[in-house]
Structure formats: C-alpha cells, structure tokens
C-alpha cells in the first residue's frame, strides 16, 4: 500500500474511512441480522437455537469484516453488508410473523 | 501424558523429515521419494496413535485437549530448537519412537 | 485496493495489528498471568496459611461462622478451598456490606476465624484487568472484547497472507535480521495456532450476551431472563416462609452429593433463606472436574429436611459447544503441567503480538536508516512500543514490590498496589519519550530484569518466606513465583544485553539496502 507520492490522497484516506465503517457498523448490523434469523428460523429449541445465532454471529462479522477490505470498492462494501441484512431482516421478519399467531 | 507427547513429538519430526529441503539441511543428504513417503505416512501414524491413547487415557474432553496441547508444545520446541540443537533434537525424536509407546502403554 | 484478495488482507493484517497491538498485549500478558492468579494471590498474601483439604470439615467452618454472622442474610455464598486456592471464602447479602450489597470473607479453616491478610488483590488484579482494563463498567468489557475480535481477525488475515504456511511450517532462521524477525512472528502463530484461535474467540463467547443481544431480544422479546433460567436450567428458590427451621448441617449434605457423584470436588454452594422451612442449599461442582462449564453439575437439597429436590439439567449439544468455549478460556480444569502449557501458550500469543509491533516499525525504520531521527509517527509508534512492551513488565513488577513494601496495616494499601502499577506504567512512558529508542529498550529491559531477579530477595526479607523457606515446605506456589520471576529476570537481562551492545544488525543492513554510504550508525533507533 505505499505509494511514490507525498502520503496517501485524500480520496483513498475517504474510500478507507468508508471501508471501515462499512466493516464496523455494517458488519455488526449483518452479524446481528444473522443472529436474530438464526435464532428465529433454526429448527431446534428456542435456547438452543438462540444460542446458536450468538456464536455463529462472530463468525459473520469477520466474514463480513474481510469482505469490506478485500472487495473492489467502498461501494461494494457498503452494499455486500447492507443488501444480505435487508435480506435476513425480511427472512426474519416473516419467520416472527409466523411464530406469533 | 509424557508418553503421549514423545510419541506426538516423534511424529511431527517425521513429518518434518518428510519436507525434502529438511531432510536435506538435518540428515545430509538427499533422500529417496520412498523414503520420504514414508517419513509422512510415519508421522502422521504416530499423531493418530498419540491421539488414540490420549483419548483412551483421558476421555474424550480431556483427551483432545491434551493432545493439542502437547502437539503444540512438542512441534514448538522441535522448530524453535532446532537452529541450535539439531542433533540434540533429533536424537530425542528417534529416543521417543520407542519411549513414548512404551510410557503410553504402561501409564495407560 | 486494487490488488488482490492476499495483499488486501496483508494490509488490514498490519494496520489493525498496529492500532490495536499495544492494547493487545496488555491482555494478552495479563491473561498469561491470570492463569496462575491464584498462585500469584497466594504470594501476595502470604498470611493466608494452606490447611490439609477437609471440605466437610470446611464446610462446618463455613456454616458455623455464616449462622453466628450472617443469620440474617436471606443469601449465602461459600466458596470451597482447593489444590490452589488455599482461602475458604464466605459471603452474604448485607445491604452494608461491600459492592453490590454483598459482604464478604476470607476465613482460616483451622479456626474459623476470619484471616487477617494484608489487603490486595493479588492475581485477581491482573484477572480484572485482561477484560476490565480498569475502565469503568461496561466500557473496559466492550472495548477488551473489540480487541479480541480484532485478535480473530488478525490471526485469519495473517493465515490468508501467510503463503507459505506449509511450506515454512517448521521454518526458523534466527540471525538474519528482519527475516528471523518474521520467521518467529510466523511459527509462533501457526504453531500454536489452535490455542490462539481458541482463546480469541472464546472471549466473544464470554462476553456474547453483552455485545449481540439482538438475537435474544429477537427470539425472547422483554423477557430475556427467560433466556438465562432456560439455559442454565434455573429454579429461583422460594421466597422465606417466615417458619423457623434450622439449617441441616451442611456435611450431610456434602455426603450425599458425594454419595451422587463419587469423587466430584464441590467448588461453590449456595444457601436461600437458611434458617427458614423454605431454604434451599445448591451444591455446584468445582470448575476443575470438566473442561466445559456443566449446567448439570449441580444439586439442590431442602435445606430443612436435607431432601434432594433437583439436580442441575443436563445440556443440549448447543450448550455443550458454547460452554466449552468457556471451559478452555477459563482453564479451571487444567492440572499442573497442562497449566504451565496454557501460560506459555498465553506468552505465545503475547509474543505474536510483540514480534507485530516491533516488525511494523522495524521495516520502516530500514527506509529512514539514512536519517538522523524518525518522523513522527514512527516516532510515536516507537514510543507506544516501548512503554506497552518493556514498560508495561516495569508496571508489573512495580505492582509486586509495592505490595512488599507498602507496611501491612496501611488504609486502602490494595489500591496502592494498583496505582504502583499504573505509576511504573506512566513513569514508563515518560522515560521512553525521553530516551532514543534503543536506548530506552535496553535501560527499561534491565531494571526489570533487576525488578523481576530481585523479588525473591525482597519476598524473604520482608516475609521470611523466601525460597530457603517454601522450597523446604513444599510450598509450591510460593516457590514457583519466586523462581518464575528470578526465570523472567534472566531473560529480560539476556534481552537488554541484546539491546544495550552497539553494533546493530538492523543499521548495517538498513546502510546497505540505502543506496548512499552512511557512516552513521548510531543514528536512527
């Protein structure tokens, strides 16, 4: 990551600030996304499948963390954290709707 | 456990052994492809047998624990010992072949 | 980041090791440490004298010294001795008693009195501190918990960068500088990687309800302490029935549990409105006996009638998962030598760490060899360096020489080891901004290599329980300190020599990979 020039532009130290915000804040969001799907979608007993959500969300947030570093652009990151949390606030949205007569 | 861990120890040496460019630098000259094939097939034996008697020993939880444990510190001091006493190491290694089974049996 | 995937990883590998690194390595130290904290309380108070273990005989202790002080108390907590904790600890609910409304102390189980010890924290000092980090409460949780997150992160970017993982599996070339520099921050973390990835990201388990409570809230809406009774398999006991009935003695009991479970060492009971027909005595096993926490390891008798009520539900495969994560953190069960395996394990991981930081500027350094001084924030990093590494050692010796110094009866004295360790820290800090950097290695390495070195002296002048003493009565733990931090002070001699002889490796091969001749060698440190 060095570069020739006189320090980083002004535009990349922006794409990075993005990037980690995208990887911090958005990367929660989707870790806490995944932990509440799995919690309300897994076919096992409420505790269980709660607890289930709890340590299979770490595992998301790196996944998601890495993605945020390693795709082609800020926007990518923000999107690939943003898009799979919508998804699973839906999948869980109706999974609650079900269970709640 | 100390039977356990020589013979987890011998293993990875084997292993290491097995890697063409160590044989090389540690026994002093070039190995033939059977005799690192067989060099890998031994060591990987003797982490297996390390882990059977780990677990026969111990139980399962216990068992795995250890095992990691000892792998971890005998391929630790095997790497980190070796560009000081090369020889000294590798006579312990050949010692556990014997040792280790031999202390494994009788504590288990 | 238009390379590719590996040099994207390198790049965050570097940058959130740096910024994270030197916090990194304060708990990674003090967690080390925290596995033997019971031996290191232990050196810190040497009045508590270790007893043959009798838990029934404890037990009736326990229960006779709780009935005379604590009748009132609707709550009481015991807390067993063992192999390694030598106190027999008692607690009860007192609104004046100490923190949360919770009395408690520490008794000789010879005379059931409780044990005047010189005030300290001792090992739980440094225990508190690896997830607390002296921050008030819940900022030290969460920021230590980012940290190990971090850790995670940083031990599977390193895998993914690391291209030679098999090929250099068993590769270590010392001597050569920067190479050897890698070499070892290499093989130190693959080689122990399972324990480095067990202990980062059994941390999150531990602090998972606190960071992600989303799913809980989720699946159990307001009434998340349904989430807790459903998994630890709680009964509340019964509220007082205002009916006297006196407590059974509590070694019947402990008969029983043993008649149960033969040979299950009882780490912790817990009695509910003792003294009344409605009290509950709750038998837990000791943590040493599994190397998962075990919800079922428990049982609950009427503590009028000495009836068994319940014993503890055994745990789902999900449970079993999550509580031994807990289990291997922790290390309760491990015996004597696997417990030497995890401090050094834990100093591993520490020195994965120290070899980042010190390789992070150490490359730098080589493009700024020509010279005179560093910019600044290699500067800083240099600094930052120095004082969380040797600084922070200063700061844990300073902790243990004020606790042989400061006079037994003082006010408060536990809180002056502490603010001995913080002030050594500090003082550190100032020293390494002042001094050039090797320098200020080599000065701070060998007064802690004399701090460390010298503590047994001061341990058998000021207490007479020095190792001529310990090593006679077979006080291990006493001993083991002492011979421990004499060990630490050897290696961190060796390492200020290192650091205090001129020439320097790093300069001359910086000279040569600089096109321009430098006569200078005693220029950028």
């Known amino acids: 990551m060095t570069r020739k020039t006189a320090g980083p532009s002004l535009s990349y130290r922006l794409a990075v600030t993005s990037r980690s915000l995208a990887a911090l804040l958005g990367g929660y969001l989707l870790a806490s996304m995944a932990s509440i799907c799995i919690a309300l979608v897994a076919p096992l007993p409420r505790v269980d499948a709660t607890l289930t959500g709890l340590l299979l969300s770490f595992v998301v947030y790196l996944l998601a963390f890495i993605w945020c570093f390693a795709c082609r652009s800020a926007l990518r990151a923000w999107l690939g954290v943003l898009a799979p949390s919508v998804l699973l606030g839906l999948i869980s949205g109706l999974a609650y709707w079900m269970k709640t007569p | 456990m100390l039977g356990n861990a020589l013979i987890a120890y011998a293993g990875f040496v084997a292993l290491c052994l097995a890697m063409e460019k160590h044989f090389v630098d540690l026994l002093g000259r070039k190995p033939r492809p059977a005799q690192l094939r067989l060099l890998r097939s031994a060591g990987w ?60 049996v009788l504590a288990g | 980041m238009k390379e590719g995937f590996r040099q994207a990883m390198a790049w965050l590998h570097t940058w959130t090791g740096l910024i994270f690194g030197w916090l990194l390595f304060a708990i990674f130290l003090t967690g080390t440490l925290s596995y033997f904290k019971e031996e290191i309380t232990h050196w810190s108070q040497p009045e508590v004298r270790r007893h043959a273990l009798d838990p029934a005989h404890s037990l009736e202790v326990a229960q006779r010294y709780l009935q005379d002080n604590a009748g009132h108390s609707g709550t009481w907590l015991i807390r067993m001795p063992n192999a390694r904790e030598a106190a027999l600890s008692v607690g009860y609910r ?12 520490t008794l000789d189980t010879r005379t059931g009195q409780p044990v005047e010890a010189r005030d300290s924290r001792g090992g739980e000092f440094f225990y508190r501190f690896h997830f607390q980090l002296q921050m008030p409460h819940p900022f030290g949780r969460w920021l230590s918990t980012f940290c190990a997150f971090i850790m995670l992160l940083g031990l599977v970017t390193g895998i993914i960068t690391h291209k030679k993982f098999f090929k250099e599996f068993f590769t270590f070339r010392p001597g050569k500088g920067q190479r050897s520099w ?24 531990l602090f998972m309800y606190m960071v992600m409570p989303a799913g809980i809230m989720a699946s159990y809406g307001n009434d998340t302490g349904k989430y807790f009774n459903d998994l630890f398999g709680r009964n509340d006991a019964p509220k007082a029935a205002h009916v006297a009935a006196p407590l059974v003695p509590l070694p019947s009991l402990y008969a029983k549990v043993q008649g149960l479970q033969p040979g299950a060492r009882i780490g912790r009971i817990q009695v509910e409105n003792a003294g009344d027909s409605n009290a509950r005595v709750t038998f ?21 009638s000495g009836a068994l009520l319940s014993q503890g539900k055994p745990e789902s495969g999900v449970m079993m998962t999550a509580f031994s994560f807990a289990g291997l953190h922790m290390g309760n069960f491990a015996g004597p030598w696997l417990r030497w395996l995890y401090f050094f394990f834990g100093l591993a991981g520490t020195a994965v760490i120290g070899t980042g930081l010190v390789m992070w500027l150490g490359k730098r350094q080589l493009k700024h060899a020509g010279s005179e001084r560093l910019p600044g924030e290699l500067r800083l990093v240099e600094v930052l360096n120095i004082a969380s590494m040797s600084g922070l050692l200063l700061a844990v010796a300073g902790f243990f020489w004020a606790n042989r110094l400061i006079p037994v009866g003082v006010e408060g004295r536990a809180d002056w080891e502490v603010n001995a360790f913080f002030i050594a820290w500090g003082l550190s800090l100032v020293h390494a901004v002042l001094r050039s ?36 009565a077979g006080d291990w733990a006493m001993a083991g300190f002492d011979l421990t931090a004499l060990g630490t002070g050897l290696f961190l001699a060796w390492l200020a020599g290192k650091m205090l002889r001129s020439p320097k490796p790093m300069a001359r091969r910086a000279s040569r990979a600089a096109k321009k001749p430098s006569t200078e060698t005693a220029g950028a440190s």
């Open chain 2, 45 to 104: 034996l003797l982490l297996v047998l390390s882990l059977v008697f780990s677990v026969q020993l111990r139980g399962w939880a216990h068992g795995l624990v250890e095992w990691t444990a000892v792998l971890m510190a005998g391929v630790t001091l095997w790497v980190f010992g070796l560009p000081y006493q090369s020889r000294l190491l590798l006579g312990l290694a050949a010692a556990s072949v014997v040792l280790g089974p031999l202390l494994a």
């Open chain 3, 94 to 105: 007192d609104p004046d008693g100490g923190p949360r409304g919770f009395a408690s102390k």
């Open chain 3, 182 to 205: 890698l070499d070892g921050h290499n093989a130190i973390g693959v080689l122990v990687l399972p324990f480095h990835l067990m202990i980062s990201y059994s941390s999150l388990v």
């Open chain 3, 284 to 304: 837990t096993q000791s943590a040493a006996d599994h190397v998962a926490y075990r919800r079922s390891a428990n049982w609950t008798f009427d503590g009028a």
């Open chain 3, 437 to 472: 950097g090797r320098r200020a290695w080599g000065e701070q390495l060998a007064l802690g290599a004399l701090a460390f070195a010298l503590l047994p002296l001061l341990n058998g002048l000021t207490t007479g329980q020095g190792l001529n003493h310990s090593l006679q």
